[in-house]
């Protein structure tokens, strides 16, 4: 995808202009451009959405989300990234481009991954969950699935505090996934995405535990190739769950498909470091049943979180 | 959400204001441009929610345009396509022109040039930058009835003072007071009016504590009685002033002397070329009919005007005699103030004729009767 103009003008009262110095990433989404407010300095990110129109203008549901996204960003979460302006590009008679300005985080939680070769104390891991949960947290708080959450759209400023990006406009993903052929990760799926179920907030709260597991072992816990075999490493790492967990309605994939793997996991990813309190918060984070599976408000209240630190 | 509260100096300083139009008639544009919402929204049996949200966007629009610039009509009617979509009870935008055709004289519809949905559509994006976005609006309806929950004491009075309370709070959308308080502070304020109206003591309360003197320090933090009788008076000057005063609507009423230019976006309206003189105040004429593009209400009809209480002095009587107990109050009591989630507190615009007609004046000369008053109510949630 070529960049082809560098400018994006803000023709409204606040007279922002933006200059377009590189661009940070295209998926699923779309693109992401890093940009220089030029009236201030201040490097930004630029979202660029593709609205399509309808002959009653903007679609009702980019109205929402976007009101949506304003509305998060009036609560000032120290966890969520800023949403600084909203202004538009380029317009055709059934498209129209719009930008949304967001605060420019230079690093994520993957490159402050691999910046980090030797890994983290416990108090670090810790807190870096803490902060990741309370940010999801307060997005389901306020009924928004993040549904794409993994290390790449978890921000780490200079000071190593984290801001979830890349939420919202949800609908606008979808939609954009059909048309592309981006590959779009599968590690950090629940399991109900993979099984083609209906899915609420427990599948963030699953994306978590994945990245918990990372934290400490920094190396992303379920790797599979498909969706299938997604499902498959999953299973073999936690164990296959019971027939009765299995769920009934709506699934095309049968729990006799998955017969030759074992009901106890191997748990390779779950020696070493983790504590058992933490090792028991992740398995309730990563419980299969997403009824079953812990809350992000209830993960913060778990011992792990509560405990007196004990050390390293 | 921060940032679109502003003091009064601030609003006598609108764009309108830079751009020559007095405040009295700023002021009654604004309170015209709500109206229009509103009636057009109870036409369409859009929600007083979608109602209060598009008349929200409609006041800060013009925080940073001018009345010359936009003619009110147009950017009532595209406050109302957006809030429609926001609050997720969308009309189609031909839909509210073909409302507001209905709704409006030929000449104030004029100002919608010749492709009236495409000078809605263009607005739309720029309405939207305007409001910077903040498509999400509170209004202080749900306050209103989360605090009269606490509220205890006789149930029919608190129901009674509760629909009054919701009446002050639709007719408030006239004012300029969502620009001023946070919904919270409104609520408060106009319940405290309709309690002193409909004699409604608030004595006690759940959650009341020791250091409380007042239920609203329970939810406000604060908040003065100068600041309560402030917004009080804002609404109650709706009810005083005269239908005379929105005889004249002079960037719409003047004959267009030049045509647009081909941009749609920044048509100046006549008014430019007839500017409204910023020291005087709009003719009275009162004792002459009004033309045939006044406005089809008169303020004072918004509600019954609240009967003067004797012993509380800080309102005075409005100019108007008024039933002791204006005719929404008639309105069967919704039922016990536990249940008070759902009171179906009348919306006062549309079903009541004025309470104070004339005697001897036929109706639709100087006062508005709505010709087929619908009998549709402005309900709040359930």
Known sequence: MADRSS??????????????????????YGTVYKAKDKRTNRVVALKKVCVALTEDGIPMNTLREIGLLKQLNAHEHPNIVRLLDICYGHRTGKELIMYLVFEHVEQDLGSYIERNPRGFNTIQIKNLSREILNGVDFLHSNRIVHRDLKPQNLLVTFDGHIKLAD??????????????????TLWYRAPEVLLGLPYATPVDVWSIGCIIVELYNLTPLFCGTSEGDQLTTIFRELGRPSETDWPKDNISIKWES????DSTGYM?????????????LIMRMLTFDPIKRISAMEALNHTYFTEEPINT | MPGWYYDKKELKNTPSAQDGIDYQTEMRYRKEGARFIIDTGIKMDLGYSTSATGVVYFHRFYMFHSFKQFPRYVTACCCLFLAGKVEETPKK????IKTAR???????????????????MTLERILLQTIKFDLQVEHPYAYLLKYAKCLKGDKVKLNKMVQMAWTFVNDSLC???ALQWEPEIIAVALMYLAGKLSQFDVIDWTGRTAKHLRWWEMFVEDVTMDLLEDICHQVLDLYSQTPSQSNESPPQNQPRLNPPPSSSVARPSNGQNNPVSPDQPPPMHSSIPPPSDVPTYIYGTFTGAPPPVPGFPGFSAPPMSAPPVPPHMAAPPPGPPPNIAAPPPVFPFVNHPPPFAPPGVPPGANYYQPPNPPHRQFYPPP
Not at chain 1, 7 to 28: K, M, V
Not at chain 1, 268 to 280: M, P, Q, R, Y
């Open chain 1, 7 to 28: 400018h994006f003008s803000a023709p409204d009262q606040t007279g922002h202009e933006y200059e377009s110095l590189s661009r940070i990433g295209s998926g699923a």
């Open chain 1, 167 to 184: 939420f919202g406009l949800a609908k606008t993903y979808d939609f954009d996934m059909k048309l592309t052929s981006v590959v779009v």
């Open chain 1, 258 to 261: 998955f017969r030759s793997i």
């Open chain 1, 268 to 280: 390779h990813n779950f020696s070493g470091n983790i504590c058992e309190t933490a090792k028991d």
């Open chain 2, 93 to 96: 935008c031909k839909d509210i």
């Open chain 2, 102 to 120: 209905g709704l409006l004289t030929d000449q104030k519809f004029n100002t919608f040039g010749d492709d009236p949905k495409e000078e809605v």
């Open chain 2, 175 to 177: 004012t300029t007071l």
